[in-house]
């Protein structure tokens, strides 16, 4: 087990890639606490892998300061401490700048940057009283490169990328690593809300096309695949690894 023993907390863990990594983290032998606004999700993801105590539900809402900063604490009193976070929380936001819905832009950053900021704030503490641990956020490849349909959230997540690589350098001294995941189109209830801003399924169509052309190993990302991702830097085995953006992405961004 890849992670017997080691006290976790996954954000935005009742669906799609949190869900994912909660499932393969307590199967390496993990104990989890799963942050999600979804009580009723959160309830069924303690069913269906947490019989036995493995997971934790702490209901929040992230886009708040309290919940943002309370939920990493709670999970923190509820496991007796933090080895591991995967600050996994955020949404598309609005499309364009163009009469941009000001309320959606704040939702989106206060989701996609902010919680990021006040969860490594909050558990930096709790992660050296463990002697140190592995600080996970999940960017984009839109953190990587620009996004010609998403600009909005290629900004927000380009500023997770430089807060992930900046963290890596000043929590090194006490043993804390910082990575960042950078997935790409991945088959999640977020998909759509990517290729099909406008709700037409032919726009929605011709999107999916065009960025699978343009995978080279052909095929969208599951959410497994970026969970795994995530259980590696998470675990002792790359204990040499802080600082890095990590595409998970078939190869979208190599060109």
């Not at 088959?187 to 960025?211: C, H, L, V, W």
């Not at 959410?223 to 802080?242: G, P």
Request: hydrophobic fraction near 45%; aromatic fraction near 6%.
């Amino acid at each position: 087990m890849r992670l017997k023993g080691k006290l976790a907390v996954i954000t935005a863990a009742a669906s799609g890639m949190g869900r994912a990594g909660v499932e393969l983290f307590v199967r390496e032998g993990a104990r989890v606490a799963a942050v999600d606004i979804d009580e009723s999700a959160l309830a069924a993801l303690v069913r269906d892998f947490g019989a036995e105590g493995q997971v934790l539900p702490i209901p929040a809402d992230l886009s708040t300061e309290e919940g943002a900063r309370g939920s990493i604490n709670r999970a923190a009193e509820a496991l007796g401490g933090i080895d591991i976070l995967w600050a996994h929380a955020g949404i598309p936001g609005p499309a364009s700048v163009e009469n941009i819905d000001l309320k959606g832009y704040e939702r989106s950053i206060n989701l996609n940057v902010t919680s990021a900021v006040l969860a490594a704030g909050e558990v930096a503490r709790h992660m050296r009283a463990r002697g140190g641990g592995s600080l996970l956020f999940t960017s984009s490849i839109s953190g990587l490169v620009g996004s010609m349909l998403s600009p909005l959230y290629s900004t927000a997540k380009f500023a997770v990328v430089g807060l992930g690589k900046s963290l890596a350098l000043s929590l090194a001294p006490d043993r804390i690593r910082v990575n960042v995941l950078c997935p790409g189109l991945t088959e999640t209830p977020m998909m759509k809300g990517f290729i099909g801003r406008s709700g037409d399924p032919a726009e929605m169509a011709a999107n999916g096309q065009k960025y699978l052309a343009a995978i080279p190993l052909g095929r969208f990302g599951r959410a497994e695949d970026v969970a795994q991702a995530a259980l590696w830097l998470a675990s002792d085995e790359s204990l040499y690894v802080t600082g890095v953006a990590l595409p998970v992405d078939g190869g979208y961004t190599a060109r």
